[in-house]
């Protein structure tokens, strides 16, 4: 017989909301299980229930606001820590660029519930997305995602001559970090002194641990695309928010 499971955890799982966002749901007796509102945190349900939800949860989910960031040096992507500012802290309507297309009006109340979809270093830029949709945080760094991402490094090789084709090979596949094998990357050469890099995973500061175990010392890391959301001309220290009709 199929285990029961939480409420919020099989919401999740139907890509309905994050579990933050059912657990919100279901407390204000916005979700119906089999027809019957379920309004008890920690409730369980059998996969084969069906699950619906009161119009006030999509009409309020529509609502949220996903913020794209070109990430200057210097910010976190995530809490304040160690004295330096969070990524969200730029998001204030002068930093907005001029150039965004979208008809979102800037409130105070978006900046709620707004968290970071990934990471991105201290000591590299590019883009960075925020989100107070809880699925788009599932979409991008959930366990089973297959969003890639893209980066270009400027490297320096750090012994003699030039980085071996066998190497170059083993950053597309074949390096391990933490125990395990890393995932196949996407690695080639833009020019002489700069690397693309694309990734379906992100572990912390792996492309510079990769780059580490072939012997190039990382000069810049940039985030040029996620999925098929681009950086574009968006300026640095900059941000815009993400159009009805892109998706990643």
Same mark, same amino acid.
């Given at each position: 017989?199929?285990?029961? &499971? ?5 919401? /999740? ?36 229930q ?9 009409? =309020?989910?529509?609502?949220?606001? @996903? ?9 976190? /992507? ?11 802290? &730029?998001?204030? !309507? ?13 409130? !105070? @109340? ?5 968290? !970071?979809?990934?990471? #991105? ?5 590019? &883009? ?14 959930? =366990? ?8 270009l490094v400027?490297?320096? *090789? ?5 980085? !071996? ?8 596949h074949?390096?391990w970090?933490?125990?395990?094998? #890393? ?10 002194d700069?690397? /693309? ?8 500061r ?9 012997? #190039? ?19 640095e220290?900059?941000?815009? *928010? #993400? ?6």
């Amino acid at each position: 017989m199929t285990e029961p &499971l939480r409420l919020s955890k099989r919401m /999740s799982e139907l890509g309905l909301c994050s579990r933050r966002e059912a657990d919100e749901w279901i407390a204000r007796g916005w979700v119906r299980v089999d027809g019957k509102v379920v309004s008890e945190l920690g409730s369980k349900v059998l996969p084969t229930q069906r699950i619906t939800v009161e119009r006030q949860a999509a009409a =309020e989910q529509s609502k949220r606001v @996903t913020i794209l960031i070109n990430k200057p040096v210097g910010y976190v /992507s995530g809490q304040a820590e160690d004295g330096y500012t969070p990524a969200v802290a &730029l998001i204030k !309507p002068e930093n907005r660029w001029a150039e965004d297309a979208s008809r979102e009006q800037f409130h !105070p @109340t978006q900046l709620r519930s707004l968290v !970071p979809c990934g990471r #991105l270093d201290i000591d590299s830029v590019g &883009l960075l997305v925020l989100s107070q949709d809880g699925r788009i945080a599932k979409h991008l760094i959930g =366990e089973t995602t297959s969003v890639d991402k893209e980066y270009l490094v400027r490297v320096q *090789y750090t012994k003699p001559g030039k980085l !071996p084709d066998a190497d170059l090979k083993k950053l597309n596949h074949g390096l391990w970090m933490d125990g395990k094998p #890393l995932l196949p990357a996407k690695v080639r050469w833009q020019n002489e002194d700069q690397l /693309s890099f694309t990734l379906r995973e992100g572990k912390k500061r792996q492309i510079r641990r990769m780059c580490d175990m072939v012997g #190039l010392k990382v000069i810049g890391l940039k985030r040029v695309r996620i999925g098929k959301v681009k950086l574009g001309n968006l300026p640095e220290g900059q941000w815009r *928010y #993400l159009t009805p009709d892109e998706q990643f």
